[in-house]
């Protein structure tokens, strides 16, 4: 069974620091592009951060540019999302995911996330 | 950016009511588009890619069309299981795969 697990989340300050994992089983993770989404309490879907399968390139929203980093260990089957610098508005569960592709003529790749982690909440608060 | 709009916000129908939700992209995105599906506590779930193309598992009463900037998601008779929030997500800007704001479906 293809399956996405995130942990680490928690209560954190503030300023603080907490990193995220997704553990993946069912599927050759090295692979694979994986993505990270969050959603704030009663908020919709908000895009953070990218990988491409090999590490070699990231990307990240400019809501947290410069404060959080992306990363995987192929060897683990494990994606990561180091955080710091919290602030409140950071405060959301976060979701890891898989961007599958599929050709569909000369340079064209239709591409979608499935599936998706169940969610790890993080709480930004003193 | 890449902004999409969908519309509308709240939807309100009964069971057995066909329904349309819109999505509409601030420039063209050809066909790269995916609809999902999220219930509360609960991690999304894909719906459609390729702004048409059915899930293995979905059911068929859930279709996608459109292209360019204009894309509909259609329900064509609610089930109970169906209410929920529906996001559509661009993925024509690697890796900038923006989400619309969500369309909540409710029970009326």
């Known amino acids: 069974e293809v399956q996405l697990v995130e942990s680490g989340g928690g209560l954190v300050q503030p300023g603080g620091s907490l990193r995220l994992s997704c553990a993946a089983s069912?599927?050759?993770?090295?692979?694979?592009?994986m993505h990270w989404v969050r959603q704030a309490p009663g908020k919709g879907l908000e895009y953070v951060s990218a990988i491409s399968s090999n590490g070699g390139s990231t990307y990240y929203a400019n809501s947290v540019k410069g404060r959080f980093t992306i990363s995987r260990d192929n060897s683990k089957n494990t994606l990561y999302l180091q955080m710091g610098s919290l602030r409140a508005e950071d405060m959301a569960v976060y979701y890891c995911?898989?961007?599958?592709?599929?050709?569909?003529?000369?340079?064209?790749?239709?591409?979608?996330?499935?599936?998706w982690g169940q969610g790890t909440l993080v709480t930004v608060s003193s | 950016d890449i902004q999409l709009t969908q519309s509308p916000s709240f939807l309100s129908a009964s069971v057995g009511d066909r329904v349309t939700i819109t999505c509409r992209a601030s420039q063209g995105i050809s066909s790269y588009l995916a609809w999902y599906q999220q219930k509360p506590g609960k991690a999304p779930k894909l719906l459609i890619y390729a702004a048409s193309t059915l899930q293995s598992g979905v059911p068929s009463r859930f279709s996608g069309s459109g292209s360019g900037t204009e894309f509909t998601l259609t329900i064509s008779s609610l089930q109970p299981e169906d209410f929920a929030t529906y996001y559509c997500?661009?993925?024509?800007?690697?890796?900038?795969?923006?989400f619309g704001q969500g369309t909540k479906l409710e029970i009326k």
């Open positions: 995911a898989r961007e599958l592709r599929s050709y569909c003529g000369g340079d064209c790749y239709y591409n979608w996330f499935d599936p």
């Open positions: 997500q661009q993925l024509n800007s690697y890796p900038q795969y923006t």
């Open positions: 069912g599927f050759t993770f090295s692979s694979y592009a």
